[in-house]
């Protein structure tokens, strides 16, 4: 994590920790394009919903690390802003009990549906003292990965009730594991961002795109997850640390992307991975290392 990353963190965490809720909304950073301008409002206005003012700010020091950045058009702005405030509004389980609620706000008929999570998907959204050992019981049982059905209505009573008991988890979501988990993504991809301004420009917008394969909830996520984390760890990463020399990055995420079906084996997608990585030249060298 860089230095700015580190501190904008801290903060993030002092205002969750001594109560930074009472803080004016951010406002948009200085030097920021007149094309990215309603962007970053939208995300502000959505993280504020989402989780408070801490949260939107801290979005706000991480859209500015890359404002005036060599390599970075408006255009490559407004992307970096636009899925930034996608991931960092991430769909748990308290943010679909919102939007379930939300939708008799908006004049919607009441309705019911079923969503699939894994039990340490639902557990992880917890305040990490408290998911830590129900996790642990559930590794001992084999439970950790099992799969839940929970239904979320907003067409009676009780259904309202329950929602409102689920959303208002929201005020400890920020000690969740899943949130940690989330932060730390955040700031990889980042990194990953930054790492390629300097090494491979010309991959900068692929590596920015590859946050379009995290979404949702449930296995969708979760496959997602697993398969980022094999195109950086496998191509991107070893490009920028100097053992894999991939002249065009870029076309190599697209070839890697493509290969990505949902299986959770990875077969194919690892595969496409070892025989791009076989075909560079220096792979041979680059493995031992």
């Not at 700031?187 to 995290?214: F, G």
């Not at 195109?231 to 992307?257: H, N, Y």
């Not at 077969?267 to 070892?274: P, Q």
Request: glycine residues 8%.
């Amino acid at each position: 994590m860089s230095n700015d990353g580190i501190l904008s963190s801290l903060r993030y965490l002092f205002a969750d920790v001594l109560g930074g809720e009472d803080d004016p909304p951010p406002v948009l950073p200085e030097g920021l394009p007149e094309a990215a301008k309603p962007i970053v409002n939208d995300g502000i206005q959505l993280l504020i919903e989402y989780q408070g003012t801490s949260y939107a700010h801290l979005y706000v020091d991480r859209v500015s690390r890359f404002i005036g950045r060599p390599g970075v058009d408006a255009a490559m702005l407004c992307d970096i802003a636009r899925l930034m405030a996608e991931r960092m509004s991430y769909e748990d389980p308290i943010r679909i009990a919102e939007l379930k609620l939300a939708e008799l706000d908006e004049g919607r008929p009441p309705s019911a549906e079923v969503k699939k999570f894994r039990l340490d998907e639902l557990i992880g959204a917890l305040p990490a003292a408290v998911a830590e050992p129900i996790l642990d019981g559930l590794d001992l049982v084999g439970w950790r990965h099992k799969r839940v059905s929970i239904r979320y209505s907003n067409a009676g009573w009780w259904g309202i009730r329950r929602l409102k008991l689920e959303a208002g988890l929201k005020r400890w979501r920020r000690f969740s594991i899943r949130y940690a988990e989330e932060k730390t993504w955040v700031e990889r991809w980042l990194h990953m961002i930054s790492r390629s301004l300097v090494k491979q420009p010309k991959a900068a917008s692929a590596v920015i795109d590859t946050a379009t394969m995290i979404k949702g909830y449930g296995d969708p996520y979760r496959q997602g997850l697993a398969d980022w984390h094999a195109i950086i760890d496998g191509l991107v990463k070893p490009t920028f640390d100097g053992v894999l020399p991939l002249p065009d990055l870029a076309a190599a995420i697209a070839e890697a992307r493509a290969a990505v079906t949902p299986d959770r084996r990875q077969i194919a997608l690892k595969r496409t991975i070892a025989q791009i990585r076989t075909r560079t030249p220096g792979a041979e060298a680059a493995a031992t290392r």
